[in-house]
């Protein structure tokens, strides 16, 4: 009685329960003949309809709306509102994510946590520190004295990653300094796959390397053999590594291929900035190169790039932000275009329209990054950060089981621990995320009638069907003398080595059997012939059953 | 005019507005804010699926006692706790399962094996032995009803002061008197009913099995033996569905557990095929959807109603060959009587957490539970779910039980192959089950 009452307490209410008739939109078993499974497939079919059904009214939740920006005159542009009108307009609160923060100690990177709560960045020259920038508390500073070329967070604020002079060194959120990876020699860039617990990193060497976070072994280690590399974006979809590299080509990387699952052409001079789209699910893909260009990629397709311009002041940085906003820094300036216009397809290399621009005066601008569910755009630069508002690049609703940003402690360490429940193997990474649960391909290993199962068919059978059998000598009733000729002559001339015990076996087993089913088909063949011959025939204009006569000769022909 | 707008997270939404509050959370069920939903949820599954093999007791204990096999369990009606136990050196025990101690224990309730035990009401139990005698007890002997013959089961009428005996004839005896008021027995029949037992809702029905292979109904109303079917192999234990009337259950000596509707005898309607051995004893659980098994090869098998294959199996390196088995009435434990003398609790399920479970933990259980089911097709998940560590020798019992019947299929199928088209065709499995059928 005890467990009736629980159930009944941490069932669905019935409003969410799947009831009446089938959605539409169910697919349909008719073609299964064993009811038990039809019955199974349908009703789960029909749930997944209704749960689809259900998310679709979810969204009437939603508390925030996205931000944007719009004007009403035809002729005014948002591009040209600057930032300090921005700031002006939107109060004091949103206003706050407008910074400047002058530092020394050459360009800076900056990265997000996952929650866009927490700030990691790092200056060329070693300076690192990580943040909580929006309440402004700081974990930890430190002076690392040598050339850092990237940072990451791990899994959370509480871990976070440097790419020093010589190795990849992991620290703690109040900067102890935790691992040296030795193995991660020269690195330029580092990411981290969340929900496999990877840490990926790239260096001078051209090695490809994934460390296992949460148990510490190196998982896989690829040779590029395309030189130094310094350009690295993860999809965050499906978690594969995209690398530009030096002779102008993107590589796509999952940690069980040992090579390239994509080897893609992408610039004719070294690759600068690569950048994957997260709010089309991983579809779109931005590089930007050295010859000047910014590309615009399908990553379904990759016959030629969906669009190309060129932005003013050479090599670029590109990323997208969560909803769909490309932010590309060159020159001096910052340029944001806007979704939608950015994957149409167009002849020429004009620009897509601008969104948004804001000058930066300290060149190089060297890292772009949008902070997530939040519209506010950081620059890394040679006098430190930038930090400006992109109305409208940021996702508004957050999912607190996914990436909160308002968690507590007790909730950011239950999240660690859920999360490395549920962590994914290394192996399941692939270009289509969806083959998981999907339905495995047929086996080839299949025979022709699917009574008879593969392990029960007699040896010979199984042999052709896997496509071992020797079929080189098959012997036919229906052979007349000179097709014996042929076999004999085949057979003369057939080279050394052939004649095994086995096959020699297998040809006395095939003789003077009378197989009905070659019998049938044999038949069956025959009687296609003569059909076809007739139907040739008819063509022809000869009626079928047609005998010659003399009157043939008054006959039109056309 | 311009018109702009950033986003901005009110905090008074997002924090809990008194200290102690819990935090609020939200949702976007949008699927790009849940990238690998899917590869999560088969992780998920997996380690739900690891979860319940690495939590799988179901060893519960042994009650001691027996000096000899265990040959007869009978839970008391209307109790949870109480099970009544017979052994072969004639001493009957009334076991208490949740204090696990003896409420009653008669030594030498007959000379010789004890071969029937049943609950005459809550109070007093009905036994019949070897020694020719029916005995009723209330912890002393009430009544003996002395007999003809060594009798081999007993059962009560549901609501009549009516029991019935099986020896080499069926019996009807009335509590009042001492000599049996009806012998129903078949007509032709003439060999030994091992086993006999009232239907617990047609209360009037009966049906018993004997050693000329055979099933056989009888009406106390009409006092005449119904219909009778005779099997290809005996039957060594049956069982009346306590859910649906018309269902029973037969363990079979051709290592399989049959249901038939007794309304169409000519086939069963689910066979049951996993044991290696023997089965010799049967039992269903109240709630009619899941069965216990016993067998000779010293297994436990606990089925899914309706499902043929895959059963729970329990063994243990001390149990030997399980002779009776039963279910408790919250249908939670499982009893097993075996030859060495113990009887065994073990939970019906291997891997349920015993003692108070929050609704938190019940609401997780059952998100498993889903999980699981949801996710059986998939290779991994569905290896562990399916793999158990059974002992050598039941492994190897196995594995030649499946090679040698491979054979005779593959031989029968040769057999056919190389006579005249259509003149013998493949049986079923079920139609070969039942020889001929009798009325």
Known sequence: MDNLIAKAKTSLPKSLRAGGPPPADARSFGHIPNKKLRTHLTRHSAQAAHAKALVKDAELLLETDAGGMEVEGEMDRTWRITQDEIVKEVGLEAARGRKEMVLDGGPYRSRYTRNGRHMAIVGLKGHVATFDWQTGTMHSELQLKETCRDITFLQDHSHYAVAQSKYVFIYDRDGVELH????????????????HWLLATIGNTGHLKYQDTSTGQLVADHRTKLGACTTMAQNAHNAVIHLGHQNGTVTLWTPNLPHPAVKLLAHLGPVCSVSVDPSSGGRYMSTAGEDGSVKVWDCRNWKGAVRTWNPRGGSA?????QRGYLAVASGGSVNVYSRRSIYQAFPGTPPPPLYLTHPIPHRPLQSVRFCPYQDILTIGHAHGLSSILVPGSGEPNFDSAEADPFENRKARREREVKSLLDKIQPDMITLDPEFVGSLAPESKLTTGDTDVPFARLPRLNRLKVSGKADETEEVSDAEDTGK????????????????????????KQRKNVIDPKAVAIRAKLEKDRNERKKAREAAKGIAADHKPSALDRFKRTL | MVKISVLQHAPSTHLPARPGDPTPTHRNLDPLLHPFARARERTRALNAAKMERMFAKPFLASLEGHVDAVEVLAR?????TDVASGSWDGEIIVHNLARRTHVAKIPGAHKG????????????????GVDRNIKMWDVKPLAVFPGKFSFNSIDHHRTDPLFA?????????????????????????????????????????????????????YDVRTGKAERRIVMQMRSNDLSWSPTFPTTILLASEDHNLYTFDIRRLNNPTQIYKAHVAAVTTCDWSPTGTELVSGGWDRTVRIWKEGQGTHPEVYHTKRMQRVLSSAFTADARYVLSGSDDGNVRVWKANASEKLGIVTARERAAIEYRDTLKDKWQADREVGKVQRSRHIPKPVYKAGSLKRTM???????????????????SKPKAERKKVVIAEQT
Not at chain 2, 76 to 80: F, K
């Open chain 1, 180 to 195: 040296r990876l030795k193995a991660h020699v020269e690195p330029t860039r580092l990411e981290f796959l969340p929900f």
């Open chain 1, 317 to 321: 940085e590109v990323q997208w932000s």
């Open chain 1, 484 to 507: 014996t000729q042929d076999r004999e002559e085949r057979e003369k001339r057939k080279m050394r080595g052939k004649g095994k015990s086995l096959k020699r076996y297998l040809r």
């Open chain 2, 76 to 80: 008391r009606p209307e109790s949870v």
């Open chain 2, 113 to 128: 094996k004890l071969s029937g035990l049943c609950w005459a009401d809550e109070e007093r139990i009905l036994s019949c």
């Open chain 2, 165 to 217: 005996t099986a020896s080499s004839i069926v019996q009807v005896w009335d509590e009042t008197k001492s000599a049996p008021v009806l012998d129903i027995t078949f007509s032709t029949a003439a060999e030994t009913v091992t086993r006999i037992q009232f239907n617990p809702s047609e209360s009037s029905v009966l049906a018993s099995i004997g050693s000329d292979r055979t099933f056989t109904l």
């Open chain 2, 405 to 423: 019947l491979e054979a005779q299929r593959v031989k029968e199928e040769r057999r056919r192959k190389h006579t005249r088209a259509g003149e």
